[in-house]
């Protein structure tokens, strides 16, 4: 049974033209991901670029990825990243156990994160384990014209707030199975802490591309 990573990178970006092909340092973002797999070979066996995009899929194979077309009827804005992985499973002769997603818009990740969250995985006997980082920030919202705190009492000190976190996008395991169904984090995933500061860097704008340059320069 094999574990196998997918790197879904759509071709049509809104907010930055060719999002996955930008450079960041020396390499196109999607390469990013494709060499992380590569550099965790004892764990993952194959890599997949699922992609709607000829230039996204001639740089995935220049680097050594292969590539699975994506139909035009789930590369849309609106389609779940789901489609795209369950898609690729059934396109391939091969017997999968375990899924890895790498989001190519999440490009750096700590060097020795999927390891760490793989042993995780496979010592407490999972069928789905993914990302999460502690947020640090006062929430609260506006009604009717009031502000009222979410996570806070006013005049409350930051590091004395009740821990809340969000999913950072570095990485997601499942088993073939659950995506199949149409689902990559189940119920009873397991939340694997990361407070890293490539945990904050998710490429949905330039500004966000900048952060990541800024980032990788100085990292």
């Given at each position: 049974?094999?574990?196998?990573?997918?790197?879904?990178?759509?071709?049509?970006?809104?907010?930055?033209?060719?999002?996955?092909?930008?450079?960041?340092?020396?390499?196109?973002?999607?390469?990013?991901?494709?060499?992380?797999?590569?550099?965790?070979?004892d764990i993952i066996e194959d890599i997949y670029v699922s992609t709607d995009?000829?230039?996204?899929?001639k740089i995935a194979l220049q680097f050594g990825a292969k590539v699975i077309?994506?139909?035009?009827?789930?590369?849309?804005?609106?389609?779940?990243?789901?489609?795209?992985?369950?898609?690729?499973?059934?396109?391939?002769?091969?017997?999968?156990?375990?899924?890895?997603?790498?989001?190519?818009?999440?490009?750096?990740?700590?060097?020795?994160?999927?390891?760490?969250?793989?042993?995780?995985?496979?010592?407490?006997?999972?069928?789905?384990?993914?990302?999460?980082?502690?947020?640090?920030?006062?929430?609260?919202?506006?009604?009717?014209?009031?502000?009222?705190?979410?996570?806070?009492?006013?005049?409350?000190?930051?590091?004395?707030?009740?821990?809340?976190?969000?999913?950072?996008?570095?990485?997601?395991?499942?088993?073939?199975?659950?995506?199949?169904?149409?689902?990559?984090?189940?119920?009873?995933?397991?939340?694997?802490?990361?407070?890293?500061?490539?945990?904050?860097?998710?490429?949905?704008?330039?500004?966000?591309?900048?952060?990541?340059?800024?980032?990788?320069?100085?990292?």
């Amino acid at each position: 049974m094999k574990t196998i990573a997918i790197i879904p990178a759509r071709g049509g970006s809104k907010r930055i033209p060719e999002k996955n092909i930008q450079l960041l340092g020396e390499l196109p973002l999607i390469a990013h991901s494709i060499v992380y797999a590569q550099e965790n070979s004892d764990i993952i066996e194959d890599i997949y670029v699922s992609t709607d995009d000829a230039e996204i899929k001639k740089i995935a194979l220049q680097f050594g990825a292969k590539v699975i077309d994506r139909p035009i009827s789930i590369s849309g804005d609106m389609e779940p990243t789901v489609s795209a992985l369950k898609h690729v499973l059934k396109s391939i002769d091969s017997d999968v156990e375990n899924v890895i997603l790498l989001q190519a818009t999440n490009p750096l990740r700590p060097e020795n994160l999927l390891k760490e969250v793989f042993e995780k995985y496979q010592n407490n006997n999972l069928d789905s384990i993914f990302t999460v980082s502690r947020n640090h920030q006062k929430f609260g919202k506006i009604i009717n014209n009031k502000f009222q705190p979410f996570n806070y009492t006013i005049g409350q000190r930051s590091q004395d707030l009740e821990p809340l976190f969000f999913e950072n996008g570095l990485l997601y395991i499942s088993k073939a199975s659950l995506i199949l169904e149409d689902i990559i984090i189940s119920e009873n995933a397991f939340p694997f802490e990361v407070n890293h500061i490539f945990a904050q860097v998710d490429i949905d704008t330039p500004d966000d591309l900048d952060y990541a340059r800024y980032l990788y320069q100085k990292h």
